[in-house]
């Protein structure tokens, strides 16, 4: 038997029996009651009314606390979307570029847009490009390195586990920033920053991506061992264990993680901006956007700032939208382990 | 005096060849000798069970005596008492200890008796009592630690000197050949790959050495001598400046350098270690591992190996080697002046921790004000969005609110939305000439601009405020799941027994919540002290405090917490990077001491069937 039916049939077998376990929650009729006993025992036990006064006095409070409850979700809604609208509403402002003391713009059109691509002074097209490059390869490196170390992690008892798990631990108890004027002079060394500080910024990023194990580590512990004990009863070898059998099982945490690589590069202005040291052509969006906004720049570019986050704003939310429940997955999984 | 703590597996060979395997062990000193009492599980009689005594040894002289490979007890010996005098006296001393140890466990046990009668905030109480308590006691413990971690480390190190010594003697040829030339023993059992490869990191190391670790090594203790030598050009007839040390350089690549050194000095003895195998292998009759058994293993059985191989050199060249780098520049003077480059830097000593640490200076003041905003902030945006955000998923989850799906929707589709856009962008909604300011003019509310950015106080609620919008909509994803889970029999009983729905939420709800959730507090407590973006894209730390003065060319202003403080220290015009790594090292020491605080007084310590 080849290890692909293998792996197969354990999947299979798996399967079933969380069917077999979700049919016992289905009660089959009991033969023993006609459908009349049936009924009477509801209406004497089940279906209980309770008494007419306070039934009614409930509907009504509750009434009033599901108003009140809409009332506040509104309230909310438009509170957590009004800086999106007026973000919309700023970008397609052609009367004035500065910063205007209203939201609806007196002149509408695509002035913005057209400037943010034609406008040499925004590298909107340049910064787009370094950040989608960025967020490709991050994604593509971070997931197989943080998969591999938390497998690694889960799977397996070797010595010098605890100390490894104990030291990125202290580690990352350090801020990030404080290693930033070492990165910048090391980078510089072998020419990865200013132009080229998307690559420079794509190596810390892979480099430190170890560090985040912990969500996949704690999916990883969650998935039964016995599964990894069948396949190397049948002469599986680990790799083929983690490639054949556990990864297939784990496409939510994959995808999140994928998800939260991607993602990364569009959000990072204080890296990309150190990095870039002042040179146009190496920012990333969130960098590029960020100085339009700096006190010379404002009252020429906030506008043209405005388009470009909207620009920004667009894919990442079509995007995270698609994934979000696997966003969720993570996210919920990682708090409840801690 | 305590019990010391027994090792979780000891195994002893008794005299007569049995072995003692068991969790029942007592380790205690008398007279200065160790002596370990167990009682041998051979024996099935509880009651009766004999009490067997044993001395620590001293380790042996005689270096041929040593069993070969493994050493009982971590390197321990001990030898049963004979009869005797001795025997008598270790016992009485032995059932004294034993007695005391039994009524401190009485006492302990009534102490729990106790502890379960008192409510949730006396408990709460009694633990931040008891913690605080345990403090001296702490540091007793750490210092015991480091001394038990030294003495191991001698003995460990004695250890090998040991196994080397009897590897060398009793070794083949083959075997005392590597001890100079790196993987010559491989190579004569038929493994060419490991051989190679040992061959191969000797040689680097050397090579490597050569040409420019000594070099390093050299200097740094000093961070180098001369900047930099004037140099007369005859061809262009003028002085050039030349640049000789680098104490950059020299710090950098002096650490990589100690850190080959031990990477060699490790890989050194697994040659050895591997030889003494395979000459015992050898020795048995069996075949050793070829190099086709080592290249299959890389896939099986040292597969987690090579997983972890790429990542974890990341780790330590991007993350681990640069924080010893910085933690390293907090006891030197690098900064503008310095570079390191024109002007070479030196170490100081302590000289920059006491300079922000000492009572009254304008530096510490400064930092004082800074950590106590910091913790400020951490706490209320810690729990502002935890308790809104769950109160959001509250209103969401209650049964009979419609369209659940699009509330939750559009709370959502905030997240996705890069930080920096939507922070940027509120930020300049709030500035002195922006929308909010104009709308509220225009409509008679107010007569000038109120400046919620440079108004230190307004400054702060502000960047609260807008933390609770950035954060209800993560803890509302979180928390919905979590509220899901719990069963609906206990709202129906509460229901019952006549609870209104805020009593519901305090006694079933939190406890369930915090208890689930507990880990997940600290970590956006922590999360939120090096909270960056939030602060320095709605404030930039602002509004600024010209009499804290300035560090690095940066002021530090109202809203700004430790981490903006580093940053603008590194950043600034005259960048002073001692301070930034004294800051942040300080940042790790207020998190590991917050971590270590909350992990005893956790309430995920509580036992689950509290709460019903």
């Known amino acids: 038997m080849t290890e692909q039916e293998t792996s197969q049939q354990i999947l299979d077998f798996d399967v079933d029996f969380n069917a077999a376990a979700a049919n016992v929650e289905i009660d089959p009729p009991d033969p023993n009651f006609t459908q009349t006993e049936q009924t009477e025992f509801r209406k004497r036990f089940v279906d209980v009314p309770r008494p007419v006064s306070r039934l009614v006095g409930q509907r009504v409070t509750n009434r009033i606390a599901n108003t009140v409850i809409y009332i506040v979700l509104s309230i909310m809604c438009i509170v957590w979307l009004l800086p999106f609208f007026g973000i919309v509403f700023e970008s397609f402002r052609c009367e004035s570029t500065g910063l205007e003391g209203y939201i609806f713009p ?104 170890g560090m985040g194990y912990y969500i996949a580590k704690g999916f990883f512990d969650t998935i039964s061992h016995s599964l990894d004990e069948a396949a190397r009863v049948d002469g599986a070898t680990q790799m083929q264990i983690f490639f054949k059998i556990i990864l297939p099982l784990s496409k939510p945490i994959v995808i999140y993680t994928i998800l939260m690589g991607f993602m990364a590069p569009w959000g990072d202005f204080v890296m990309a901006t150190f990095m870039a040291n002042n040179t146009n052509n190496g920012y990333n969006v969130a960098a590029g956007l960020q100085w339009l906004l700096t006190d010379s720049m404002i009252n020429d570019y906030y506008t043209t700032f405005c388009a470009g986050g909207v620009l920004v704003a667009i894919p990442i939310t079509i995007l995270f939208m698609l994934l979000q429940k696997y966003y969720v997955a993570g996210v919920t999984g990682g708090a409840v382990k801690g | 005096m305590k019990k010391k703590k027994a090792p979780d597996f000891v195994t002893v060979e008794l005299r007569d060849g049995s072995e003692v395997n068991n969790e029942e062990v007592m380790l205690f000193k008398m007279n200065g000798v160790s002596y370990l009492a167990c009682a041998p599980q051979s024996q099935p009689d509880e009651e009766g069970r004999e009490i067997v005594l044993c001395r620590r040894q001293k380790r042996s002289v005689n270096v041929d005596e040593l069993p070969v490979g493994k050493f009982p007890d971590g390197g321990m010996f001990w030898q049963q008492l ?209 190099a086709k058994d080592d290249l299959k293993s890389i896939v099986d059985d040292q597969f987690h190996k090579t997983l972890l191989s790429l990542p974890v050199f990341g780790i330590v060249m991007f993350t681990i080697l640069p924080i010893i780098f910085m933690i390293l520049v907090a006891f030197t003077n690098y900064d503008y002046l310095h570079d390191g480059y024109n002007n070479l830097f030196t ?107 440079t108004d230190g106080t307004l400054a702060k609620i502000m960047v609260l405020a807008v933390n609770i919008w950035v954060g209800i909509p993560y803890l509302m994803l ?20 006549g609870a209104n729905g805020f009593q519901q939420f305090a006694k079933i709800t939190l406890p369930y919540m915090l208890f689930v959730t507990g880990p997940y507090l600290l970590n956006s407590f922590i999360s939120n002290i090096n909270n960056f973006n939030v602060i320095y894209l709605l404030s930039e730390g602002g509004p600024a405090r010209p009499d804290w003065g300035q560090v690095g060319g940066y002021i530090a202003g109202d809203t700004t917490i430790l981490i903006t403080w580093l940053f603008g220290i590194t950043t600034g015009a005259e960048a002073n990077y001692k301070m930034a790594s004294v800051i942040g090292i300080l940042i790790f020491v207020v998190v590991s001491v917050l971590s270590l605080i909350v992990f005893t007084i956790m309430p995920s310590n509580r036992r689950e069937d509290d709460f019903s």
């Not at chain 2, 009254?360 to 945006?381: C, D, N, R």
């Not at chain 2, 929707?409 to 905030?414: A, D």
């Not at chain 2, 979180?478 to 027994?497: A, H, R, V, W």
């Open chain 1, 106 to 209: 007196k002149k509408w059109g695509f002035d913005n847009y057209v400037r943010l691509f034609t406008d040499p002074t925004s590298n909107f097209l340049r910064w787009f490009g370094n950040t989608l490059a960025m967020g490709l390869i991050t994604s593509v490196v971070q997931t197989a390195f943080q998969l591999a170390v938390s497998y690694a992690l889960s799977r397996n008892r070797f010595k010098g586990r605890k100390f490894l798990m104990n030291m990125m631990l202290v580690f990352g108890m350090f801020p990030g920033f404080l290693t930033l004027i070492l990165l910048y002079t090391l980078l510089s060394d072998w020419n990865l920053t200013m132009t080229n500080a998307p690559w420079g910024l794509i190596l810390i990023y892979i480099a430190s991506s």
């Open chain 2, 82 to 290: 004979p009869c005797g005098e001795e025997q008598d006296a270790v016992f009485a001393e032995f059932c004294r200890r034993y007695e005391q140890e039994a009524q401190e466990k009485r006492r302990k046990e009534l102490k729990a008796a106790e502890y379960l009668k008192l409510n949730r905030w006396q408990r709460f109480v009694y633990k931040l009592k008891a913690f605080f308590c345990a403090i001296p006691r702490w540091f007793v413990a750490l210092f015991k630690k480091i001394g038990r971690f030294f003495k191991n480390l001698g003995l460990k190190i004695a250890d090998n000197a040991v196994d080397l010594w009897r590897t060398f003697r009793y070794g083949s040829w083959s075997t005392r050949v590597s001890f100079l030339v790196m993987g010559f023993g491989n190579f004569a059992h038929g493994q060419w790959l490991r051989g190679l490869l040992f061959l191969l990191m000797q040689g680097a190391f050397i090579t490597y050495m050569v040409l420019s670790g000594a070099h390093w090594l050299s200097l740094f203790g000093t961070l180098g001598k001369v900047a930099t030598v004037e140099v007369y050009d005859e061809v262009l007839d003028i002085t050039i400046v030349q640049h000789v040390d680098n104490s950059f350089k020299i710090l950098l690549y002096g650490i990589l350098t100690i850190f080959f050194i031990f990477a060699f000095a490790y890989t050194w003895r697994l040659n050895v270690k591997q030889c003494r195998i395979c000459d015992e292998i050898t020795r048995s009759g069996k075949k050793v591992k070829s």
């Open chain 2, 347 to 453: 170490w100081v000593g302590l000289e920059n921790f006491n300079s922000i640490l000492t009572f009254g200076s304008g530096l510490s003041v400064a930092f004082g004000e800074i950590l106590a905003w910091t913790l400020i902030w951490a706490f209320f945006a810690t729990f502002s969005n935890y308790f809104l955000g769950m109160f959001v998923a509250m209103m969401i989850n209650k049964k009979g609110i419609k369209i659940k799906k699009f509330w939750r929707t559009i709370l959502v589709m905030t997240i996705a939305i890069p930080q920096f856009i939507s922070l940027l962008y509120v930020s300049n909604l709030f500035a002195d000439n922006g929308v909010v300011n104009a709308y509220l003019i225009r409509w008679h509310i107010i007569d000038s601009p109120i400046h919620f950015w």
């Open chain 2, 478 to 497: 979180i928390t919905t799941g979590i509220l899901m889970n719990i069963p609906d029999d206990l709202y129906e009983s509460s229901k019952i027994d």
